[in-house]
């Protein structure tokens, strides 16, 4: 069955200092991955996603399929990405945009 | 706030009472979804709708649980007999043809 590892469920750095949250994924076929932030009190929405490579916030994250992974990267942290974040993979095709969640890992950093 | 809408925010049932959660998805989204989180885990899909067609629905949806989403608009889900393990936050979020989801901000049950 298809599985999302996220091991850090608490990750704590200071302001300025680099950031990586890891994510770690179990499927057979080709996934397609997604990190999803919650700021305190709000909902929760897509931070990023690995078919666009794109850049948000300053974070980037890169799939390795050899080592399947999904690691949240960003060189310097900032406050406001004190978060929740979790890792997550669609299944499939079609329209069904179903998603697995990791368990989460929430970042705090430190002023 | 356009936005996708939940109601109620708070739910207190005592158990085996019935309950029912609203869920408006922003306008033109087609696709809708919900899911179930509770305390230290990530959300967990129940349902999938797209339109007023429910086209898959999760294991952990038992019998007791009852989605729908007629003329493809609002959705409803009922919990039947609510039991403690019921008590979860219950997201739902919707899309268009892409895969970027958009959810509500959550009704939170709590059985007692």
């Known amino acids: 069955a298809q599985r999302v590892t996220q091991p850090e469920k608490l990750l704590s750095v200071f302001k300025g200092a680099p950031v990586e949250l890891k994510c770690n994924y179990s499927?057979?076929?080709?996934?397609?991955l997604f990190w999803y932030v919650q700021y305190s009190r709000q909902r929760l929405q897509l931070l990023l996603r690995?078919?666009s490579r794109e850049s948000i916030k300053g974070f980037t994250a890169d799939l390795n399929k050899g080592e399947t992974s999904f690691h949240l990267k960003k060189p310097f942290a900032q406050e406001e990405d004190s978060a929740m974040y979790y890792c997550?993979?669609?299944?499939?095709?079609?329209?069904?945009?179903?998603?697995?969640f990791g368990k989460g890992t929430l970042l705090t950093v430190n002023p | 706030d356009t936005g996708v809408s939940q109601n109620p925010r708070h739910k207190i049932t005592k158990r085996g009472q019935n309950v029912t959660f609203r869920c408006d998805p922003i306008?033109?989204?087609?696709?809708l979804y919900w899911y179930r989180q509770t305390l230290g885990q990530g959300p967990e899909f129940l349902t999938y709708?797209?339109?007023?067609?429910?086209?898959?629905k999760s294991r952990l949806l038992s019998d007791r649980f009852s989605a729908e989403r007629p003329k493809g608009s609002f959705s409803t889900l009922e919990i039947q007999r609510t039991e403690q393990g019921d008590s979860a936050m219950y997201l739902c979020?919707?899309?268009?043809?892409?895969?970027?989801?958009?959810f509500g901000q959550g009704t939170r049950l709590t059985v007692v």
């Open positions: 979020a919707s899309s268009t043809r892409g895969p970027e989801a958009f």
């Open positions: 499927y057979s076929g080709s996934p397609e």
């Open positions: 690995h078919i």
């Open positions: 997550a993979l669609r299944l499939g095709g079609g329209s069904n945009y179903k998603l697995t």
């Open positions: 306008s033109e989204h087609n696709r």
């Open positions: 709708f797209q339109n007023e067609a429910q086209l898959e």
